[in-house]
């Protein structure tokens, strides 16, 4: 079973690997073991969170 944690004002974390589609049908992939997904769209890693969400207001 695949687990999906979401943080309180932070990312969606997900055990990994994933392979992510995204609207326009580009695939991101990780093979880590823990993915965190960012929800604010600030991460200039997107859909990957590179902590952006930690400076949002």
Do not use: Q, Y
Request: with cysteine; aromatic share 2%; net charge positive.
């Amino acid at each position: 079973m695949t687990r999906v944690r979401m943080v309180k004002n932070g990312p969606l974390m997900v055990e990994g690997p994933v392979e992510i589609e995204m609207p326009d049908g580009r695939i991101v992939e990780s093979n880590r073991t823990t993915v965190a997904l960012c929800m604010c769209k600030r991460s200039k890693t997107f859909p990957l969170c590179d902590t952006s969400h930690r400076t949002r207001r």
